[in-house]
């Protein structure tokens, strides 16, 4: 078979410029999560700040506040892994490790912040209306794609142990 017909062109090489093109496919998922998950909480953001209850929006109460901060707080966090292992990617670095656990979290947080939405809605969020209730069921595909959660623990945790013995 000539080389321009093997991945990676070069015999022996396939394995590891498939696992390249995992690394990108996971940091887009998480980029994806991250964007998906913004929108959920600005939604949420906006019912809470509408919805009155005890004549004040519910957004002043703190329990309110307290679910509305930590999702924030998660986007955040889930950002800065993407940026992170995008920029570490486009520097041509290996980002097996970094890819996996921005996939890993940012899925995962998006999971969180759109049970969070649901329960900011209350039995709102189970109404097509607000919309909520498709994304609640939606991001959970993110947490499958490119590799389950359980794959990246895989994956983070033999590169760690990988690196740790040289």
Known sequence: MPAAN?????????FKTAMKVLDK???????????????????ALAYALDRKQFGQPICEFQLVQAMLADSQAEIYAAECMVIDAARRRDEGRNVSTEAS?????????????????????????????????RFYRDVRL???????TQIQQIIIARNMVRDARG
């Open 101 to 133: 656990c921005s996939k890993m979290f940012a899925t995962e947080m998006c999971g969180r912040v759109a049970d969070r939405a649901v329960q900011i809605l209350g039995g709102s969020g189970y109404l097509s209306e607000f919309g909520i209730e």
């Open 25 to 43: 496919g996971r940091i887009h998922i998480a980029a994806v999560a991250v964007g998906v998950a913004q929108r959920i909480l600005r939604d």
């Open 6 to 14: 093997l991945i990676g062109l070069k015999e022996g090489q396939g």
């Open 142 to 148: 993110f947490r499958l794609y490119e590799g389950t």
